[in-house]
């Protein structure tokens, strides 16, 4: 199973293809690129999320569901996620094979300033896990 990092990695990937795809808009191809990719890199975000706070994610591409589950573990979210999160799951599912998938470019934006609240959180989560294991590894003193 991929680590809290490795997720991170992967969903930078994805979102770094979404980039590229942009320069394309409206191309058909590049629309349906960005809307599972978006969904994937937000996906593994939230897996990510899940992992450090101690739970094996889910094994699913339901964006409702993970946000379920973080919101269980206490994971604070960003509102917009609620939002949007039926349509990341549609899209995740629906792109690859519906050719009159919706895009709506309002969603596209709000998608894309989720992933990048969410690469705010976990970059500080695991910064705190570097730090506490920073801390426990240095050397004690006593007198």
């Known amino acids: 199973m991929p680590s809290a990092r490795d997720y991170q990695i992967l969903a930078e990937r994805d ?23 978006i969904g994937q890199a ?3 975000q939230l897996k990510a999320l899940a992992l450090l706070y101690g739970e094996t994610p889910d094994f699913t591409h339901n ?4 946000t379920d589950r ?8 960003p509102e917009e996620l609620d ?24 969603k596209y934006e709000k ?4 992933f990048a609240d969410l ?3 976990l970059q500080n989560s695991l910064d705190s896990i570097s730090d506490e294991v920073e ?9």
């Open 119 to 121: 690469k705010e959180l």
């Open 15 to 37: 979102y770094k293809v979404c980039c590229k795809l942009e320069e394309d808009f409206p191309d058909e191809y590049a629309l349906s690129g960005v809307l599972y990719h």
């Open 111 to 114: 998608a894309k300033d989720v």
């Open 70 to 77: 973080c919101h269980r573990l206490g994971i604070e979210l």
């Open 42 to 44: 937000i996906e593994k």
């Open 135 to 143: 801390e426990d590894a240095s050397p004690k003193q006593t007198m």
């Open 63 to 66: 964006i409702t569901k993970l």
């Open 83 to 106: 939002d949007i999160a039926d349509s990341l799951t549609l899209w995740e599912s629906k792109s690859r094979y519906d050719p009159f998938i919706l895009f709506t470019n309002k």
